[in-house]
T-cell receptor, first 114, second 114 residues
């Protein structure tokens, strides 16, 4: 049971480049989310999804797009990378609603934009 | 929206002593309060959680208390050990809606002195 898998683990981008951070979970969780982690600011929610075909914005959505075509996958796209997007990105999944409890996190993607 | 404040940002305690981390939340609809531990280079992992229908929960050396009236909750670690050194995050969420978000505090870096 792999849990939540993120790829890649590390990435360096040039300003203006685009890329997709991949996230996959094998726990059949409806709820998936993306966070970014910056020093002193904890984990800030970028986008989330309560099921296939449904996405919504979190606290810091600007500069990021998401889609949810399957229950398992929730990719995060950076259309035109900026140095301010240098961060560690975490994907998480959990059960929604009344059953919600533990969120399971991936190992993170460390992104540097130069 | 929900806001979670966490203090202190750094904490250093002697091995064997106790450590206390405190959080406050703003949304009275929040009813689920997890605590996560993040070790270097890894994603956060749930260590304990509490729901609003109880005031205290304990798991071996770790306990969490909740004061709904004051909107405070705290993590208590007793008999600290070197392996307790990590970053700890509190969080708050409402389970009433399938779209409920988990909002995290800014984190506490706990160091255990030998």
């Amino acid at each position: 049971n792999a849990g939540v898998t993120q790829t890649p683990k590390f990435q360096v981008l040039k300003t203006g480049q685009s890329m997709t951070l991949q996230c996959a979970q094998d726990m059949n969780h409806e709820y998936m989310s993306w966070y970014r982690q910056d020093p002193g600011m904890g984990l800030r929610l970028i986008h989330y999804s309560v099921g296939a075909g449904i996405t919504d914005q979190g606290e810091v959505p600007n500069g990021y797009n998401v889609s949810r075509s399957t229950t398992e996958d929730f990719p995060l796209r950076l259309l035109s990378a900026a140095p301010s997007q240098t961060s560690v990105y975490f994907c998480a999944s959990r059960e929604p609603g009344q059953l919600s409890g533990e969120a399971f996190f991936g190992q993170g993607t460390r992104l540097t934009v130069v | 929206g929900e806001n979670v404040e966490q203090h202190p940002s750094t904490l250093s305690v002697q091995e064997g002593d106790s450590a206390v981390i405190k959080c406050t939340y703003s949304d009275s609809a929040s009813n689920y309060f997890p605590w996560y531990k993040q070790e270097l280079g890894k994603g956060p992992q749930l260590i304990i959680d509490i729901r609003s229908n109880v005031g205290e929960k304990k798991d071996q050396r770790i306990a969490v208390t909740l004061n709904k009236t004051a909107k405070h909750f705290s993590l208590h670690i007793t008999e600290t050990q070197p392996e307790d050194s990590a970053v700890y995050f509190c969080a708050a969420s409402s389970t009433y809606s399938s779209a409920s978000k988990i909002i995290f505090g800014s984190g506490t870096r706990l160091s255990i002195r030998p």
